[in-house]
């Protein structure tokens, strides 16, 4: 039985469950970007709080914080799909 027929034969056996682990998937890849996300920043605020050539300048440039703004919105977005798809899967 090829690997696609009994991926498909499993989902139909159980729908709940297959959409409960693609849940659990985009809530980790969700979280991993919020938590990346906050590394990313604390690195950032550290560097420029030990730079001596930024002593009056204690900001980010925005091309960062424009992509941590991104990478805080597809986080976002990962979590709700991860919330809408748990709740879709209590349904069935």
Not at 59 to 73: C, E, G, H, Q
Request: charged share 10%; with cysteine.
């Amino acid at each position: 039985m090829p690997v696609f027929q009994a991926a498909w034969m499993y989902y139909l056996s159980h729908p709940a469950l297959v959409l409960n682990g693609l849940a659990l998937f985009y809530a980790v890849c969700g979280s991993w970007l919020w938590i990346a996300t906050q590394v990313r920043s604390a690195r950032a605020n550290a560097r420029l709080a030990t730079s001596p050539a930024s002593a009056g300048d204690m900001s980010l440039d925005n091309a960062s914080v424009r992509v941590n703004r991104m990478f805080y919105a597809v986080g976002t977005v990962c979590l709700v799909l991860a919330v809408v798809l748990s709740l879709i899967s209590t349904q069935l």
